[in-house]
């Protein structure tokens, strides 16, 4: 109901997909992984979403609150250039 209300990525824009992803994340802000997964069931521009709720999610718990799954499959990062 909550996608049908505030949006969900549908009309690609930010005010249909920020005011979903926000709401999503306020309910999960302890459990990244259910948080995405509840963030799916909205439909919409999925991948959007989820990266709104990820990052925010993520900048409360920290990347050590990952799946250690999550870790091991990810790909390495370019290394950093230092000035």
Not at 19 to 40: I, Q
Not at 49 to 70: D, F, H, K
Request: glycine share 12%.
């Amino acid at each position: 109901h909550a996608a049908e209300v505030l949006g969900s990525g549908y009309r690609m824009s930010g005010p249909d997909t920020v005011p979903y992803a926000l709401w999503c994340a306020a309910g999960h802000l302890d459990d990244l992984h259910e948080g995405l997964w509840f963030t799916v069931t909205g439909r919409g521009d999925i991948d959007t979403t989820c990266a709104i709720v990820g990052g925010v999610i993520a900048a409360r718990t920290g990347v050590t609150a990952l799946p250690p799954a999550w870790h091991a499959a990810r790909e390495p990062l370019p290394p950093t250039m230092s000035a």
